[in-house]
């Protein structure tokens, strides 16, 4: 596990925990009358369904030319300008950043985040609106988040919806059925048979839509 950063937690816990949270970064909380010692060897022991694991999260970039990054469930190259503007846009099927200092990893992350998040804020909307008026439901507030555990969520109470950044690198069709999903928990807050049974009568083909989501974690 060489390039691993491992985070040593300890706690009033009864158990030994492993939480894998990115590609680089392994947390491993243990309770306090286990010794650091004891927390590195079942860490050890524990080594090949860690590697399992983190085989599962995709390559990080870095953000140089040629990289290959997904809009839309489409995949683009990346191509480096070095600018006095910080900026992403897309030209001739190519993600273009513009940067002051393209060697600046940390500034490049920001501004594709940022090209993702004005995309979001011009798409996600427009497609809630059309389901709104398919299921005649209304929403009181869209948020989109930065959020790598869910690709949305709904606060049936407030008719609040949540929609990850990241659901905008995913097909539109899949965007529609998240959209749909969180809509569906107005009438049903819950993943009873009705629950799916509503979606589908929207969209018959929901659950081909949702396998778009399993070709991209979290």
Not at 14 to 22: D, Q, T
Not at 109 to 131: D, G, N, T
Not at 184 to 208: C, G, Q, V
Request: hydrophobic share 35%; net charge positive.
């Amino acid at each position: 596990m060489d390039n691993i950063e491992i985070t040593f937690k300890r706690k009033s816990v009864k158990n030994i925990s492993i939480k894998i949270k990115s590609q680089k970064e392994v947390i491993l909380t243990y309770p306090i009358f286990i010794s650091k010692k004891r927390a590195l060897e079942f860490l050890e022991s524990k080594k090949t369904w860690i590697e399992k694991k983190l085989s599962t999260f995709p390559k990080e970039l870095d953000l140089v030319d040629g990289d290959v990054v997904k809009y839309l469930g489409f995949k683009y190259r990346l191509k480096l300008i070095t600018s006095k503007k910080n900026r992403a846009f897309i030209e001739d099927k190519i993600i273009m950043i513009e940067s002051k200092n393209i060697d600046d990893f940390e500034l490049k992350q920001k501004i594709l985040k940022e090209f993702y998040r004005q995309k979001a804020k011009e798409i996600f909307p427009k497609l809630l609106v059309s389901w709104e008026k398919i299921t005649n439901q209304k929403v009181q507030k869209l948020t989109i988040r930065d959020s790598k555990t869910r690709w949305g969520s709904c606060n049936t109470q407030k008719a609040y919806i949540n929609l990850s950044l990241h659901l905008v690198k995913k097909p539109l069709d899949a965007i529609e059925y998240v959209i749909l999903h969180e809509l569906a928990h107005l009438t049903h807050p819950n993943h009873s048979r009705e629950f799916y049974s509503y979606i589908e009568k929207f969209m018959p083909d929901f659950r081909e839509r949702g396998k778009m989501l399993k070709t991209l974690s979290l």
